[in-house]
Nanobody, 115 residues
Framework: QVQLVESGGGLVQPGGSLRLSCTAP????????MGWYRQGPENQRVLVAHSTLGANTNYGDSVKGRFIISRDNVENTVWLQMNNLRADDTAVYYC?????????WGQGTQVTVSS
């Protein structure tokens, strides 16, 4: 059973930065599709950033130029660097991985952007 564990959320002021981490203890990453999604007050889970096979990346329109997804397959970790945060980035952020054809989600980490 694959377990994804997120960390790094918290409260930050507008314009600030946070880095989220997602790791899967006991699981070896290679080039599995992995990504970050978020669920805000509208209660829809939407794409934030995705790292696909071959380490190609794509981003949601609202975060392009501000967020960066990166990964280290040796450390089995995926990060989301979030810069220039805005109030509308406030949401629960979830890590998602597709491993051996199965979709796994983390438990979520809260990010709140407020002054």
């Amino acid at each position: 059973q694959v377990q994804l564990v997120e960390s790094g959320g918290g409260l930050v002021q507008p314009g600030g930065s946070l880095r989220l981490s997602c790791t899967a203890p006991g699981t070896v990453f290679s080039n599995e599709p992995m990504g970050w999604y978020r669920q805000g007050p509208e209660n829809q889970r939407v794409l934030v950033a995705h790292s696909t096979l071959g380490a190609n990346t794509n981003y949601g329109d609202s975060v392009k130029g501000r967020f960066i997804i990166s990964r280290d397959n040796v450390e089995n970790t995926v990060w989301l660097q979030m810069n220039n945060l805005r109030a509308d980035d406030t949401a629960v952020y979830y890590c998602r991985a597709v491993i051996d054809g199965n979709v796994y989600w983390g438990q979520g980490t809260q990010v709140t952007v407020s002054s």
